[in-house]
């Protein structure tokens, strides 16, 4: 059994009233490694309930050596703006980043209270102005699922798959996954396939949805996932094995979950830890969670341990649906 440990000085990102666009919330991060430093895009809430994207950076993938003063990306599209009302969740949520070909594209959800449902939305920015902090360079951002259904926690694989991009995404209540020709989306909304699904009885028993971009190995690709539990409510984090040539296809799944609830700051409001993001540095896998929809922190293993027991613990096949 493997589970993630937790850096002992978390909360690493705590609300800050001084900077109105993180007082009321800083959590579900993403995170990128660049040029030896991780950069920690979090989810920032202001008190009116508007979140937009902050950064922080670590030089050790464990502290913060800084916070930007203002957010790296905001609301920009009718999709994701407040139109209606003056106080309620609105802006750019949960975001994950994946580099390819030069670019960072960064998925997120997408909520404006205009509407009824949330949608998945994509924009991208080339490596060097994101290195440089030249943050009007990020693209357009377009809503990429269907308007009319609740569809969130998306995540682009950093490598095309037999030639086509691979999009994981949470149609409620289970994983699904899309095969596309082109990042462009026109005419085009995510669909796609069925293929992780919630097991009743078990701590993944209500929904499931992917947590940072999985990561690729020798053996498949190696997914972070969190689920809610039917049984009592808590948001845990599992870990699974991809095929790598058809990640539609669940080699392995641990029946354990490897981080849940249980420190103060995971528990202080709700119970919950809720990644969008991880890195692999210096052999560790380190998971960057939010905790309690309040705080960022950060957890961590030896990479290779949870490799090994995701083999040990390979199971028969989960396959897709459409």
């Given at each position: 059994m493997i589970k993630l440990k937790r850096y002992e000085r978390n909360p690493v990102l705590k609300p800050e009233p001084a900077r109105r666009f993180m007082e009321f919330a800083a959590f579900n991060p993403t995170a990128l490694l660049l040029d030896g430093k991780v950069y920690i895009l979090f989810?920032?809430?202001?008190?009116?309930?508007?979140?937009?994207?902050?950064?922080?950076v670590s030089s050790d993938g464990l502290s913060v050596d800084f916070v930007l003063d203002e957010p790296i990306y905001v609301?920009?599209?009718?999709?994701?703006?407040?139109?209606?009302?003056?106080?309620?969740?609105?802006?750019?949520?949960?975001?994950?980043?994946?580099?390819?070909?030069g670019r960072i594209y960064m998925l997120y959800t997408a909520v404006s209270d205009a509407y009824d449902y949330v949608r998945v939305a994509l924009t991208s920015?080339?490596?060097?102005?994101?290195?440089g902090g030249r943050w009007s360079k990020w693209s357009k951002p377009i809503a990429i699922s269907p308007p009319g259904v609740w569809d969130k926690n998306a995540a682009l694989l950093p490598k095309r798959v037999r030639g086509k991009y691979v999009i994981f995404h949470r149609f409620f209540p289970n994983i699904w996954v899309d095969f596309v020709e082109s990042l462009d989306f026109e005419g085009y909304w995510l669909r796609g396939l069925e293929f992780f699904r919630v097991r009743p009885g078990m701590w993944d028993s209500d929904k499931?949805?992917?947590?940072?971009?999985?990561?690729?190995?020798?053996?498949?690709?190696?997914?972070?996932?969190?689920?809610?539990?039917?049984?009592?409510?808590?948001?845990?984090?599992?870990?699974?094995?991809?095929?790598?040539?058809?990640p539609t296809s669940v080699t392995s799944r641990l029946s354990y979950p490897i981080l849940?609830?249980?420190?103060?700051?995971?528990?202080?409001?709700?119970?919950?830890?809720?990644?969008?993001?991880?890195?692999?540095?210096?052999?560790?896998?380190?998971?960057?969670?939010?905790?309690?929809?309040?705080?960022?922190?950060?957890?961590?293993?030896?990479?290779?341990?949870?490799?090994?027991?995701?083999?040990?613990?390979?199971?028969?096949?989960?396959?897709?649906?459409?």
């Open positions: 989810r920032a809430q202001s008190y009116d309930l508007e979140s937009t994207i902050g950064l922080a609301p920009r599209e009718i999709f994701e703006k407040r139109v209606a009302y003056e106080v309620g969740p609105v802006g750019c949520e949960d975001p994950r980043a994946t580099p390819i070909d920015i080339d490596v060097s102005s994101f290195a499931v949805g992917i947590a940072g971009v999985p990561i690729e190995v020798s053996e498949g690709w190696v997914m972070i996932y969190h689920a809610r539990s039917s049984l009592d409510g808590a948001y845990r984090l599992g870990a699974a094995l991809l095929d790598r040539e058809d849940e609830p249980r420190e103060w700051y995971e528990t202080e409001e709700m119970n919950v830890v809720f990644s969008c993001g991880h890195v692999v540095l210096d052999g560790k896998l380190f998971v960057y969670y939010g905790a309690s929809d309040k705080y960022v922190a950060v957890a961590y293993a030896d990479f290779d341990e949870l490799v090994g027991e995701l083999l040990k613990n390979s199971n028969s096949r989960e396959t897709a649906s459409p």
